[in-house]
């Protein structure tokens, strides 16, 4: 079974600073996909980067890139620039490529911005 | 709309009641999945559909849950004889298709908070 583990329950950072979040995971498989998900209160999970474990480059998206280190099994999201608008619930998750089909998530990391 | 559609967005329920929540998915999505959310957690898997059959039901938690896609569109999750451990939000996704290789991104609904008391 894959486990997901996000360390920090909460972070904080200022309006245009650079945060990061960790997330580690276990598993034996060697494809696979990773995804950071954001929720705000409105609960709707959203989808906002994913990388695929056989591309060794980082994925990035505008702000949003990622820190992975497959040999380490961590997956980091850095945010750059933070936004009020970013403050939220971040989730890690997990999917088995071959097979998989079911997310397996992390507990989160509740994400402050201040002004 | 466009995207995944749940109702009813809140249902408070007595212990011993049935209960039934509804996930509309994107349209011309084959894939479909049902997750529960306690507070304080990530959401946790229930159940896989693919078109009308369910895939894989290994994340129900008891035989009082059941859920169905009879025409391969909307599902209904059941959950029979409440109890005040089954309070959760939980959430539908749906996917153009199921797992593998390809893309697949699972767009979720914004669930249904159910509180049983």
Known sequence: AQTVTQSQPEM????????TLSCT?????????????????????ILVIRQEAYKQQNATENRFSVN???????????????????AAMYFCAYRNSNSGYALNFGKGTSLLVTP | GAGVSQTPSNKVTEKGKYVELRCDPI????????????LGQGPEFLIYFQGT??????????????AVRPEGSVSTLKIQRTERGDSAVYLCASSLMGGGRSRNEQFFGPGTRLTVL
């Open chain 1, 12 to 19: 904080s950072v200022q309006e245009a600073e650079t945060v």
């Open chain 2, 27 to 38: 349209s011309g999505h084959t894939a479909l999945y049902w997750y529960r959310q306690s």
């Open chain 1, 25 to 45: 995971y276990d598993t034996s498989e060697s494809d696979y996909y990773l995804f950071w998900y954001k929720q705000p209160p409105s609960r709707q999970m």
């Open chain 2, 53 to 66: 059959g369910a895939a894989d039901d290994s994340g129900l938690p008891n035989d009082r849950f059941f």
């Open chain 1, 68 to 86: 992975f280190q497959k040999a380490a099994k961590s997956f980091s999201l850095k945010i750059s620039d933070s936004q009020l608008g970013d």
